[in-house]
């Protein structure tokens, strides 16, 4: 899944598949397809009365195909919001929600410009990948998923080394020897001492590219027994404190570990940091059932915890926002 400004759009997007290459296609998707190259963008009850007998569930399970195979796209976050809301139902085992989805669908071909050339594209990838991470290198192109990776954007770069857009050099130890930047984002480093990061805490989802762990940097282990390495989960969270990687919140948002490295001091700072995730939680509440694999109220950190407002219930530790 990625999102892309209106301006962007067709400089960085490749034609999406031919139907004909793609597995498991039926009728029904390729009706969807027809409807939306005459109609143009159009909201879903238009193209349920487009396609009258395809029934409600069906269409709206076909569409959400075309999105997942890179056919279809949608102006609205509220259609992920209520694909979120009828997976949700579904798992319950509740009473089954309006596949009535908002938002306009269209089609990705739409948004694909075919005068774009491969070096233009690649040139706007590239310039992408500078703003977003900084420092470019074979491991930030590679967390992009794009394809060809950084042999498909590396002629670019050199292109625009040599008519000083951009420098190459060695700015970040430990990294790949091809690493790429905008001159101001290498003067920004030069002026970065070792204090300027002290204090500073970051809470981000484990797959925000401001992490560098898990792709640039390896993870540290956690501490207690059990449970394997953290990683770049969908929906998890890490709590940094200058820097380093404190604490990892699944993705569930029920256990917490803390990792090791981190001083008392760093530990505290994390702790201090929690209630940010409880606020930016849809129900505005954070349930800590574990911590490094013990019951939370019984965990080394839970006295930390009750100190930042948590409070015990039967089945852990809960924060209110």
Known sequence: MAFYRRERVARLLEPP????????????????????????????????????????????????????WGQVTNDSMGGLRALRAVRKGARSGGRRRSRFVPGRWSLVADLVDPSVSDTERAHGRATTLLERHGIVTREAAAVESWSGGFSAIYRVLKEMEGSGKVRRGYFVEGLGGAQFAFPGAVDRLRKVDGSDGEGQVHVLAATDPANPFGWLLPWPEFNGPGARGPRRARAASVVLVDGWPVLFLDRRGRRLRTLSGATEEQLDRAVEALP???????????????????RAGQSVLGARLR?????AEYRGLRMEA
């Open 307 to 311: 100190t930042q407002g948590f409070t």
């Open 17 to 68: 598949l031919p139907l004909t290459e793609i597995e498991g296609v039926e009728e029904l998707h390729h009706a969807v397809i027809d409807r939306l190259g005459v109609r143009g963008a159009c909201f879903f009850p238009e193209l349920v009365s487009a396609l009258p007998d395809a029934g409600t569930p069906a269409l709206a399970d076909h569409l959400w195909d075309l999105v997942w």
């Open 276 to 294: 940010q995730l409880a606020r930016r939680s849809r129900r505005r509440s954070l349930l800590i059932e574990e911590v490094d694999g013990e």
